[in-house]
């Protein structure tokens, strides 16, 4: 961790630490609005019409490298069907089922309601 702070410095304005662990969510609220998105596909020279064939590859090369990260942690990866389940009931059951003390506890996914654009 230090070797990454170090690395990204003059990118980082604070650090976090904690006794357990720290959970984060919310939104990329750069790009959680129209005025946003627009700076986005401009930024990225993106068109409207491209926008699909761009994300896509984005968003698969995320999920490869949490899969790749939880696969070399030896983690679980478990896909829920519904967003209603209890995601922190879930992780804190593997957590104690596994006796993980730091890092990665598991991975879950599921499709979650969200805002959309719409062109």
């Not at 961790?1 to 609220?29: P, Y």
């Not at 994300?55 to 696969?71: G, I």
Request: include cysteine; charge should be positive.
């Amino acid at each position: 961790m230090h070797e990454f702070i170090a690395k990204q410095q003059d990118k980082i304005a604070g650090t976090l630490s904690g006794f357990d662990r720290l959970v984060f969510r919310g939104t990329l609220r750069s790009i959680a609005n129209d005025e946003g998105m627009k700076r986005y596909w401009w930024a990225n020279q993106v068109l409207l019409k491209d926008f699909g064939a761009h994300v896509e590859p984005v968003s698969w090369r995320l999920k490869e490298a949490w899969l790749a990260e939880a696969e070399a942690l030896g983690r679980p990866v478990q896909y829920l069907n519904s967003s209603q389940i209890d995601k922190e009931k879930i992780a804190r059951g593997i957590l104690a089922k596994h006796g993980i003390s730091s890092g990665l506890v598991c991975v879950l996914s599921c499709v979650e309601r969200c805002w959309s654009f719409e062109i």
